[in-house]
């Protein structure tokens, strides 16, 4: 046993040798990106300290580094990948595609044969449209919510993040000096966003029923949407507290209010889509992300009624174009990850999930640590926290700017292990088996009873 543990920390400390030595292969990378990219990346969400892992090359559930380590990629590109990477078919698939012809100012069946299977798996997606990023899509529903309604306003939770569109950014991450009364959360723009925005910005506290019912109530007359995802990885994935969904849909509906599911992220939660799982049938649903099969990609979808407000052929109320709006590579590689995804694939992959959350809660269990296990279907968010975790504001530490997590991530980089330097949040693909969540945890204990590694609960570890 005692030998095992320390071939496991030495083996550790070499996977990133490489990456912290002088003439790093990552580093020069950086070292050259920083010149000719304000902080060195193009997306801050790859943002590493001191300088992020560059990829050479991915396969399965594995990512190999430019200096040649290898290591389980439980990120998937922020769950967009959930086939894992290089998967052969949707490789196949894609060469066939492009050898076609990339793109044109013409549809292709492709983008047919996609919009038919969305619609016939989710059963409140009547109609669909492609563009390319999830946040397009919270741009679009939002317009089209406020042309059918001809209202101004929306309401969205403060701490979910919904992409970069000035009104869904709004209060994604407030500092608590800004974040006002409880019953009354401020309204907070991201830098760069006229203050004018703020004021048709509506921010609801996450499961808080009664204040939300007041807001609303309060709001009912300018609010064309609220804006909701079940399952809101900027609230830490804090799952929805019973009857609280089925209420906003209530109340929305009371309102003449479109309720708009953003299912960016969350779609991979069940074959016929995440408000599936609460029989709830919002107006307008945004999808990315998993539909892309790994290539940019958007979708805003919903009720014939509702998606009629972008109909050129009859009232049209919302242009929307986009030169590489549904892409045949994209739709291509979209079209055979949805194909694989099978109900059988996602019941699979659900149950790893739950494997893997018990893990973690059981790691925590056994090391007597403070800590609580988030997310659902094939995703987790360990909060290493012993209060009730209701919205946001009961997270604290868990933020896009809190750096202790990136101590937390690089211990796990050097064990073999793709997490967030965000958080303790993962994301399984179907390559994985348990024997990857296996080593997933136990590298995660190995990591956590590391002296050196401060956690956000009082700078030490919780351990006792
Ligand atoms: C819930 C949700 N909505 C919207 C977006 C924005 O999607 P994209 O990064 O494709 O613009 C994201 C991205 O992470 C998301 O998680």
């Known amino acids: 046993m005692e030998t095992q543990k320390r071939m496991e920390a030495e083996k550790d400390a070499t996977s990133l040798a490489k990456y912290r030595g002088p003439g ?19 997306r801050h969400s790859v943002a590493l300290a001191p300088y992020p892992i560059y990829a050479r090359s991915g396969s399965g559930c594995r990512i190999t580094d430019v200096e040649g380590e290898e290591r389980v990629d439980f990120l998937n590109n922020y769950t967009s990948l959930i086939l894992g990477h290089a998967h052969p078919q949707v490789t196949w698939a894609v060469q066939c595609r492009a050898a076609l012809g990339t793109a044109f100012t013409m549809p292709t069946p492709e983008e047919v044969e996609l919009a038919e299977l969305l619609t016939t798996r989710v059963d409140y997606v009547e109609q669909i449209r492609f563009c390319n990023s999830g946040s397009e899509a ?8 406020r042309a059918f309604t001809g ?27 800004a974040w006002g009364e409880a019953d009354a959360p401020n309204s907070i723009t991201e830098p760069g966003t006229p203050e004018s925005v703020a004021r048709d910005v509506v921010v609801l506290p996450w499961n808080r029923l009664e204040i939300c019912r007041k807001l609303i109530e309060q709001n009912k007359d300018d609010l064309a949407a609220v804006l909701v995802d079940p399952m809101p990885l900027g609230i830490g994935m804090i799952a929805p507290r019973a009857g609280f969904l089925s209420f906003l849909r209530e109340e929305t509906a009371r309102h ?10 969350n779609f991979r939660l069940h074959y016929h ?10 107006d307008l649903a945004t999808f990315g992300k998993i539909i892309g099969g790994g290539f940019p990609v958007g979708a805003v979808g919903g009720s014939r009624r509702v998606m ?14 986009g030169t590489f709006n549904a892409n045949p590579v994209t739709i291509a590689a979209g079209l055979e990850t949805m194909q694989q995804m099978t109900p059988e694939a996602f019941d699979r992959l659900n149950h790893l999930g739950e494997y893997a959350r018990d893990g973690l809660r059981r790691l925590f269990r056994d090391t007597r640590r403070s800590a609580q296990v988030c997310g659902a279907g094939s995703m987790f968010v360990a909060h290493l926290a012993a209060e009730e975790l209701i919205d946001f504001r009961s997270l604290r530490g868990f933020s896009r700017t809190n750096p ?22 993962g994301c399984l693909s179907t390559p994985m088996s348990e024997a ?16 050196h590694i401060r956690t956000w609960n009082g700078g030490e570890n919780a351990s006792s």
């Open 24 to 42: 790093a292969l990552s580093r020069q990378l950086y070292e050259r990106a920083s010149r000719v990219m304000p902080g060195g990346n193009t």
């Open 138 to 145: 919270v741009m679009l529903a939002i317009k089209a919510a």
């Open 151 to 177: 209202r101004p306003k929306i309401a969205k939770f403060e701490g979910a993040y919904h992409g970069l569109y000035d009104y869904a950014e709004v209060s994604e991450g407030p500092t608590p000096d």
């Open 256 to 265: 003449g209010i479109v309720l708009i599911a953003d299912e960016v992220l």
């Open 273 to 282: 889509g995440a408000y599936h799982i609460h029989s709830i049938k919002p």
């Open 308 to 321: 009629s407000v972008f109909d050129h052929t009859g009232a049209l109320k919302v242009h929307h174009g």
């Open 404 to 425: 202790i997590y990136g101590e937390l991530c690089h211990k796990m980089l050097e064990c073999g292990f793709i997490l967030s330097p965000r958080g303790i949040f």
């Open 436 to 451: 990857e969540l296996d080593g997933l945890v136990g590298a995660l204990g190995r990591a956590l009873s590391d002296p």
